[in-house]
């Protein structure tokens, strides 16, 4: 097992490996096992992209305008209820003296995320500014075009930023790291901070109370497998030195859970935090995440990638969209803001009135942007996979809902020439299923090759899914 350095907030190896390999690479077990990390499914930090080359785009065309929905960075633990369960039922366990010396070191642990983690339940960490305010940073770099000034007439007109937030802190600070990192840049930009209930029906339209899937039984008879190899005793059995005492005191699974959730969010914990652990249990802060095995946190992952994939994915054993339905609104929005950036751009009465709109930024959760991924059938989203227990070759929620997951599209123009677009995920190019209609004969309508699609193409094509 790689030792994991949460002293600097990340995982060290985690970056590397992951965008190494195409973004919608299959993953085996072997993979999962050089990489545990992994397994923390949602809670990985954000694969910060190392020397990633981008497909040059078509002659004379340049970027003018991104669309971009982007999860908030890495937080605390969102329930401080859990915090507080684990820390009570190991003092209690303490009290009947039926704590081994390692439960006693995480008793001391647990006491330390009650005072200090559960008042910020939910909270954005440093960690996950410095995410968005990267992301920025290399948006910015990577597009510069797009935010310089128009010149109309000898005068320069500023580029716009429109963003949007949900009404969760986490994303609002988000997005003010996101903005503060491009107006560090260029400090000219004009920007828009948007955040109320009435744009919650397209930044986090979802609702946990309307999905529940715990009756169809082709998926309850699929999950219950991967769940039957979770088992949570030899975990407890280093906490705990007297099992019947769990067994009469303890809910196995609960504790279980919630504990790996925990221990897998430190990842993304600010140094402080990490430093006050250490010395209340007098072991590194990594030591707890370590208590469970390669094997106990790969079996864990498996059955929890199905759930997110079940929930909100393109799971055929759930055969209907209920999941999907939930994401469209906000490509509905990402269709219409779009289209008024490039009306705009393109229409001279517009130009002359207003500034040009450089980018629409959204900052919401995983349970919008999961189901979002797989809406628009990106390849990191759009497996169709019965037989739960390979699932895991094909998708995997920490390649989609990492801390800071964030899809980019990136529209470019050329004098006379459709305008394109191009896709990112977490910053690396996709291809998409649309069918250029250009015909051969049209000089100015060729079809570009991907990752490069005609907007045309594109807004039809989610055009005709919204509607079905």
């Not at 559960?118 to 770099?141: C, F, W, Y």
């Not at 609960?254 to 250490?278: C, R, V, W």
Request: charged share 25%; hydrophobic share 40%.
């Amino acid at each position: 097992m790689k030792k994991l350095d949460f002293a600097k907030g990340i995982f060290v190896l985690a970056a590397g490996f992951f965008l190494a390999a195409p973004v919608n690479a299959q993953t085996s077990d072997d993979e999962l096992a050089k990489h545990p990390e992994f397994t923390s499914s949602g809670y990985l930090v954000y694969p910060e992209p190392v020397n990633i080359k981008y497909t040059k785009a078509p002659a004379g065309y340049k970027p003018f305008y991104i669309s971009h929905y982007g999860r908030h960075g890495s937080r605390y633990h969102h329930n401080d209820e859990e915090y507080k369960y684990l820390f009570e039922t190991l003092a209690k366990a303490d009290s009947a003296q039926k704590l081994t010396e390692l439960g006693k070191q995480t008793l001391a642990y647990t006491k330390v995320l009650v005072d200090k983690a559960a008042p910020r339940k939910g909270d954005l960490t440093q960690v996950g500014v410095k995410q968005h305010e990267g992301i920025a940073n290399r948006m910015s770099k990577n597009f510069g075009d797009v935010f310089k000034d128009w010149n109309i007439g000898g005068k320069k007109i500023t580029p716009y930023v429109r963003s949007y937030a949900s009404t969760s802190g986490r994303c609002i600070v988000s997005m003010a790291a996101f903005i503060g990192e491009l107006r560090s840049l260029n400090p000219k930009i004009h920007s828009e901070l948007i955040s109320g209930k009435s744009y919650m029906k397209f930044i986090s339209a979802f609702d946990w109370g309307k999905l529940d899937y715990s009756k169809v039984k082709t998926y309850t008879d699929e999950s219950d497998k991967l769940w039957k190899n979770v088992n949570p005793q030899q975990f407890l059995e280093k906490l705990f030195n007297d099992y019947n005492y769990v067994v009469n005191n303890v809910d196995t699974n609960g504790f279980y859970n919630h504990f790996f959730e925990i221990a897998t969010s430190l990842q993304g914990m600010d140094k402080p935090l990490l430093d006050e652990i250490a010395q209340a249990a007098k072991v590194p802060a990594d030591t707890f995440v370590n208590l469970f095995t390669t094997e106990e946190k790969i079996a864990r992952w498996k059955a929890q990638n199905a759930w997110w994939y079940s929930l909100e994915g393109t799971s055929p054993l759930i055969n209907r969209p209920d999941g999907l339905n939930f994401a469209k609104p906000t490509l509905q929005n990402i269709l219409e803001e779009a289209d008024e950036a490039i009306a705009v751009d393109t229409t001279i009465n517009a130009r002359a009135a207003q500034a040009p709109i450089a980018a629409t930024l959204r900052f919401g959760h995983d349970a919008t942007l999961l189901p979002l991924s797989a809406l628009m059938q990106l390849p990191v989203a759009n497996a169709k996979v019965s037989d739960l227990s390979k699932l895991h070759e094909q998708w995997n929620d920490f390649r989609i809902i990492p801390m800071a997951a964030n899809l980019q599209m990136v529209f470019y123009k050329s004098k006379n020439k459709p305008i394109l677009v191009k896709i990112l995920y977490n910053e690396i190019e996709q291809t998409l299923p649309i069918e250029c209609k250009a015909q051969d004969n049209a000089k100015n309508a060729q079809c570009p090759a991907a990752p490069y699609y005609r907007w045309e193409d594109v807004r039809n094509f989610y055009s005709a899914l919204l509607k079905n």
